[in-house]
């Protein structure tokens, strides 16, 4: 369980990450572009070793 928690903390991470790297205001997306934002990053990302990478040589925005 602890593993999936942890997982999920790293995705939600990422999906951030992603967010602020394409400049999307996420405090005026609606509900329906939160999913549609969300299934395009899962779909971008669905190889964790490619985002744990993009991870690596970023830093995460302050």
Not at 17 to 35: F, N, P, R
């Amino acid at each position: 369980m602890k593993i999936l928690i942890m997982m999920m903390k790293v995705d939600v991470g990422m999906f951030y990450y992603w967010l602020h790297q394409k400049e999307i205001d996420i405090e005026k997306l609606t509900a329906t572009e939160w999913l549609e934002k969300i299934n395009e990053f899962y779909k971008n990302y669905k190889d964790t070793e490619e985002a744990l990478k993009l991870l690596r040589n970023k830093e995460y925005p302050q």
